[in-house]
């Protein structure tokens, strides 16, 4: 018998309370579909479309916004500074179909900060109230809310600013465990996060650093969140989700062959290059991206991104896939490269950044 792992998001039941975190570039349809298909996915949030680009009509802003019919519950993030037009891009993700429309209050990139919108908007309260007040107001589904710890570290206010969202009627907070003057440096801080847990009643997810099972437990223990957001674990380990949500309903945790591992990444390219419309040069800049971040930290995984950085069609790309797995199988690296995705983390140090990084970065030949 397995034990429930979900919390209600408003109506919405969201079970396993593992949920696939929203990166540009990365949590297209495709990768959505890829990650919801291997299981232990109770919600996917696309990666933050434009609210500006979205009412002015851009043909991107509007691609990024599309969803799969069979991708329930599925949420659309959307970011910007002006309440009318956040409004606006909120009516047209829920007319796209979307369960839910998450706010970004997260981003520290100097672009969308500098337009005082993602974690800029910490710092404006007032702003971020009345963009809130004009999402919730424009929809029936639920609107949620992602963000920082707040700007820097004497200015945490994320407690206040959760807060506030709930007040203006926010179904779900998320809170990603670093401020915007953070960026990626350092550890998430998981019992940071609990603050704002404490704060709410409404659901809040703790975000940041989890790659493993034993992160997952870490990050809801020290914050006391009802599930974990996951965002460059599952490029590293597509099965994350479903590891964690195995081992939190009870059940032994998935481990994938090597066989399937293979098979997984081609149907990712597969799904690219469906989604490029024969565009075969756009499909081959979006693997050759994926290739490197898939293969950060295996066995080998130089090589590999090496063979397909040298590709100039996306044949080449799925032949450089089965040579990098023969070779693993030739060197009998099937333990190997388990080992890589599989073994129980070192113990938890708080101030240890570079667990991450370590895991980001290019990896030493096997
Ligand atoms: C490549 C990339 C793109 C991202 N894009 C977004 C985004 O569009 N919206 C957002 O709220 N957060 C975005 N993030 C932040 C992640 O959702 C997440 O909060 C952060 O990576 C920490 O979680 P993690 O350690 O599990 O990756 C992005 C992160 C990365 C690495």
């Known amino acids: 018998m397995s034990t429930p792992f979900g919390f209600d998001l408003a109506h919405l039941r969201i079970e396993p309370a593992c949920v696939l975190a929203p990166m540009e570039g990365i949590t297209d349809r495709s990768f959505r579909t890829l990650i919801r298909g291997l299981g232990g996915c109770g919600l996917t949030v696309t990666e933050f479309v434009s609210s500006e680009a979205m009412s002015r009509h851009v043909a991107k802003a509007w691609r990024m916004a599309e969803l799969s019919p069979d991708e329930h519950p599925v949420s659309i993030q959307i970011y910007g500074r002006n309440p009318d037009r956040m409004a606006d891009s909120a009516r047209y993700c829920q007319e796209l179909g979307a369960d839910i429309v998450d706010i970004n209050l997260g981003c520290p990139s100097k672009t969308v900060t500098s337009g005082c919108a993602g974690s800029a908007l910490m710092r404006e309260p007032a702003l971020a ?41 926010a179904s779900m907070v ?17 019992s940071a996060v609990g603050e704002v847990k404490r704060r709410l009643s409404v659901p809040v997810l703790v975000n940041g650093d989890i790659l493993t099972i034993e992160d997952a437990e870490r990050a809801l223990e020290q914050s006391g969140c009802d599930g974990v957001m996951v965002g460059r674990g599952t ?77 100039t069609e996306s044949e080449a790309v799925y032949a450089a896939v089965h040579e990098y797995f023969d070779l693993l199988q030739s060197h009998g690296l099937r333990e190997g490269f388990s080992r890589v ?24 030949e096997a």
């Not at 600013?161 to 007040?167: G, K, L, N, R, S």
């Not at 390219?269 to 989604?275: H, T, V």
């Not at 101030?351 to 990896?363: G, K, V």
Request: aromatic share 10%.
């Open 129 to 169: 109230q009345q963009i809130f007040r004009a999402v919730k107001s424009a929809i029936t589904i639920p609107m949620t809310v992602k963000m920082r710890l707040g700007w820097d570290r004497g200015c945490m206010n994320s407690p206040e600013v959760a807060h506030i969202a709930q007040e203006e009627g």
């Open 174 to 190: 998320t809170v990603h465990g670093r401020t915007r003057m953070d960026f990626y440096k350092g550890s998430a801080d998981w």
């Open 235 to 311: 490029m590293r380990d597509p099965w994350v989700l479903r590891a964690i949500a195995d081992h939190k309903m009870g059940r032994p945790p998935y481990v994938p062959t090597l066989d399937e591992r293979r098979d997984v990444l081609l149907r990712y390219f597969d799904l690219i290059r469906e989604d490029a419309d024969a565009d075969d040069r756009r499909a081959l800049g979006k693997l050759k991206k994926v290739s490197g971040y898939f293969t950060r930290g295996l066995a080998y995984g130089a090589r590999l991104r090496e063979m397909v950085y040298r590709s």
């Open 341 to 364: 995705f599989t073994e129980p983390s070192q113990p938890y140090q708080p101030q240890d950044s570079r667990r991450l990084d370590r895991a980001m970065e290019p990896d030493a």
